[in-house]
């Protein structure tokens, strides 16, 4: 029974312990040893003490918020009234027994009554103000006992071996004022174990930027440690505290909000597959576990980005192709908004092939209106049946252009009477192919007969001949590809297309 309530006594103790979940707790030495002089001497009336810890032995930036030290045994009675007072030193030892580092160099962070429990680590003192540990310095712990009397008895507190003369106390029967505590009784290199619980600090630079519609960006630096970073979003901006001794991977949810997506030592991370023009909170945390028993979180900092909206030159909603009086198409198209559009153009071709296309001889020009807009543009120029492929180009101010389609629409003129074909002698419309440097020129024959197509540059000379020969009834297509009789490729500039037929010698440029 007895075993039983000790035992509960210590995971008593030992929870108690464990409490400052915001914090990393560092542990400076170990072992069974004890001191009865430091960090007070309960056999003395009044005592005051001053201890070095190294940088190498705490090595964790932060802000210290309280301190712990093991008591194990013997008397402490007239022993709990403390002043305690921290700060940076560039000492490593006290060279004499008056090597007093000055208070007024230190920060008082707690004064008043400590409660000294026997076990691990548990005279726990939590400081009235806490105070920021540089890890740069070391570290100067004083204490002012200041209660009267003494215990009677030695009472004893773990302690660990560390550098000669880190340590300097003096006990006497009066009251020390530590602002001159005279000369103290003894040198020591045998410090108080002792256990810091700081908390670590947060990341720094923390940015949040949109790169795409479905991608942010997020960036930061870590802290000075450094310390690993990890990274949660949320879309309400609602974020959970993480669990004090749990390690989180990407995809753990974080209770009362937060879905990890990052924790690492890395400076930056691409949040992606996004929706767009969509708010997305974030919280980082620096994070720093030491493999046993201690995983702790930084109070975390959060920011937010917008992904960015949808900014295509033209949402088009429609396009559609509709044949009317037998053999005119009509195309119609929809657009909800357009931003700096110049216009449309259309493209036909009676097979899947872009590449291929004809240009429609038409330009239809933009309203760039963000409100819903109705285009229509009618396709005169089919004289066969079959299928027919449209594309729709947008072309930008920039004259860069978007390509929408293809559509396809099934011509046949079935019931309909043999249309009247509405021939033009001569060459009907020439104009550059804009995927390769060639023309495409259409030419019509009202009746059939001899024929001749001529390209000339402007001087009247001729630079090459596309086609002579005899040709039916209706219209042709003839391609030049830039280049003269030799297959040399001629320079840009303005040529003549002449056609000869039947004694008719239309051009066109
Ligand atoms: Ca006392
Ligand atoms: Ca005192």
Known sequence: MRNTLKTMLTLCLFMTVFTASWAIAIQVGTGTATSDVLPINTNADYSYSQQIYTQAQINQAGWIKSISFHFDSGGNTNSDDWDVYLGHTSKTSFSGVADWIPVGDLTLVYGGTVTISTGYFATLITFTTPFYYNNTDNLVIAIDENAPGNAGSNGSFRRFSSGDYTGLYRNYTSNIDPKSPGTGTRRTGNLSQIRFDIEIDNPTDVTAIPYSETQ?????????????????????NDFGTPVYGTNYSAGDTITDGGTVIYKGSDTSFSHTSLSENTTYYYKLWSVKSDGLYNVAYSPGVTTSARTLAQTLPVELSSFTAALYSFNHVKLQWVTQSETNVSGFRIYRNTEDLLETAEMLDLFIPATNTSQMKVYIAT?????????????????????????????????????APTPEVPLVQGIN??????????????CGMVKGGQASVQVYNTRGQLVKTLFTGTKEKGTFKLQWNGTDQYDRKMPSGIYLIRMDSNGKNPCVK
């Open 379 to 415: 396709d005169k120029e089919i004289f066969e049946e079959g299928i027919y492929y449209f594309w729709l180009e947008n072309v930008d101010l920039n004259g860069e252009s978007d390509f929408h389609g293809p559509i396809h629409i099934n011509i046949t003129f079935a019931d």
């Open 216 to 236: 942010i960006d997020l960036s930061w630096t870590r802290n000075s440690t450094p310390d690993k970073v990890m990274v949660a979003w949320s879309s309400t």
């Open 429 to 442: 419309n020439a104009y550059p192919n804009p995927f390769n440097p060639t023309v495409n020129i259409t």
